[in-house]
């Protein structure tokens, strides 16, 4: 499974010998650990090493909203005024 959860499954044409993807669960992934077979992208982890992330907003109501969408990704954090 990549990073956002969807699981693929690549295969080849027999027909033609084109390279084919199928994005979503099929019977290949019941026997598949996706925790042993997940491979991060460059980007991910070069975005991993950066470190955290500092976002500074104008309102505690803003910091609030912005909190709520960044609070399950780890290495963010929200600042704003203090009411």
Same mark, same amino acid.
């Given at each position: 499974? %990549?990073?956002? /959860?969807?699981?693929?499954?690549? /295969?080849?044409?027999?027909?033609?010998?084109?390279?084919?993807?199928?994005?979503?669960?099929?019977?290949?992934?019941?026997?598949?650990?996706?925790?042993?077979?997940?491979?991060?992208?460059?980007?991910?982890?070069?975005?991993?090493?950066? /470190?955290?992330?500092?976002?500074?907003?104008?309102?505690?109501?803003?910091?609030?909203?912005?909190?709520?969408?960044?609070?399950?990704?780890?290495?963010?954090?929200? /600042? %704003?005024?203090?009411?």
């Amino acid at each position: 499974m %990549g990073e956002q /959860g969807r699981p693929a499954t690549q /295969g080849t044409c027999p027909v033609c010998g084109t390279r084919l993807v199928r994005f979503g669960r099929t019977p290949a992934h019941d026997t598949v650990d996706p925790a042993a077979n997940t491979v991060a992208s460059k980007a991910t982890e070069r975005r991993l090493a950066e /470190g955290p992330k500092l976002v500074i907003v104008e309102s505690p109501a803003k910091a609030r909203t912005v909190g709520r969408f960044w609070a399950g990704l780890p290495g963010r954090a929200v /600042g %704003g005024p203090r009411p």
